[in-house]
């Protein structure tokens, strides 16, 4: 079960951290993405980071603003954004895989778990 959190309205410019938090999975072992889907779109890639921690990934649009990172002690990933854009504004979710190839890590249907979602508001 993942369990997404840290959402919130923020002004353009601000900054908001995210955290999925990981139960009843080895979670050390996952690989992990964020998604969102903003208002009438589709979803779409933000971010992944490989059970290691050693290898990360972001989409062009959030690349030099986003992070990910993950704690695999207190089974928690992460995603701190900074410079928060009104087209950052979307419900966020966090995902986890087992063996993603990194070639198909932005992938959806790649991932087989999912959290429920967190919403994200950037007011202009």
């Known amino acids: 079960q993942l369990q997404a959190s840290g959402g919130g309205l923020v002004q353009a410019g601000g900054s908001l951290r995210l955290s999925c938090a990981a139960s009843g999975r080895t979670f050390k072992s996952y690989d992990m993405g964020w998604f969102r889907r903003p208002p009438g779109k589709e979803r779409e890639f933000v971010a992944a980071?490989?059970?290691?921690?050693?290898?990360?990934y972001y989409a062009d649009s959030v690349k030099g603003r986003f992070t990910i990172s993950r704690d695999n002690a207190k089974n928690t990933v992460y995603l701190q954004m900074n410079s928060l854009k009104p087209e950052d504004t979307a419900v966020y979710y966090c995902?986890?895989?087992?063996?993603?190839?990194?070639?198909?890590?932005?992938?959806?249907?790649?991932?087989?778990?999912w959290g429920q979602g967190t919403q994200v508001t950037v007011s202009s």
């Open positions: 995902a986890a895989g087992d063996s993603v190839p990194y070639y198909r890590a932005t992938y959806p249907n790649q991932y087989d778990w």
């Open positions: 980071i490989y059970w290691s921690g050693s290898n990360t």
